[in-house]
């Protein structure tokens, strides 16, 4: 079935600092990826769409500055916390979908990184 | 304003209880519905539905959407400890690309 990888699970880092996280698809090509924000015992809050070769939608909302997104290739998007500050300690989690079973398909979620800023 | 309200937000059941949850939706130009279930990290896709009045069924899972009401429901029978977890309803418009979830229903079975 369609993986999606997340990476790094966790991390830890101080105040200013910037964090980069990165989502793969690992067998199957997505010019789409989803990234969501969970609060604790929160439902998914969708962040921003990546969009391959162009430049990302944010929901309103978002910082496009804080919240940089890169979507390089087909398999591979960045999400970089820049200037991390403590509210931005949450649990990010990125999707995307198989192209292959169509519209309105079902979305596969990375594992999900768990960010602290100290 | 798109919106997903999941209900209720929180239930605890005893083992072999039978359970059911809760979808409703607001969306312009609904395309799908989806049922998730999350544990400690990533939502693990239970179920999608497009078309009024077809069940879907895995094991002691089934679900069902009504598009003229707006609605979905999820029900668990014979729910087990391995049940606990938040149950996530999604709903995708347009081309399919953009998913809304809903606040989610926190499942907890007793033993």
């Known amino acids: 079935g369609a993986v999606v990888s997340q990476h790094p699970s966790r991390v830890i880092c101080k105040s200013g600092t910037s964090v980069k996280i990165e989502c793969r698809s690992l067998d199957f090509q997505a010019t789409t990826m989803f990234w969501y924000r969970q609060f604790p015992k929160k439902s998914l809050m969708l962040m921003a769409t990546s969009n391959e070769g162009s430049k990302a939608t944010y929901e309103q909302g978002v910082e496009k500055d804080k919240f940089l997104i890169n979507h390089a290739s087909l398999t591979l998007s960045t999400l970089t916390v820049t200037s991390a500050h403590p509210e931005d300690s949450s649990f990010y989690i990125c999707?995307?979908?198989?192209?292959?079973?169509?519209?309105?398909?079902?979305?596969?979620f990375g594992n999900g990184t768990r960010l602290t800023v100290t | 304003e798109d919106k997903v309200v999941q209900s209720p937000l929180s239930l605890v059941v005893h083992e072999g209880d039978t359970v059911t949850l809760n979808c409703s939706y607001e969306?312009?130009?609904?395309?799908?519905l989806l049922w998730y279930k999350q544990e400690k990290k990533a939502p693990t896709f239970l179920f999608m539905l497009?078309?009024?009045?077809i069940e879907k069924k895995s094991g002691r899972l089934s679900s069902i959407l009504d598009k003229k009401e707006l609605f979905s429901i999820l029900n668990i029978t014979a729910t087990q400890t391995g049940d606990s977890a938040i149950y996530l309803c999604a709903v995708s418009r347009d081309t399919g690309n953009q998913f809304y979830f809903g606040t989610g229903t926190s499942l907890t079975v007793i033993p």
């Open positions: 497009t078309s009024s009045g």
């Open positions: 969306v312009t130009n609904f395309r799908s």
């Open positions: 999707s995307a979908r198989d192209p292959g079973t169509g519209n309105g398909g079902p979305l596969h």
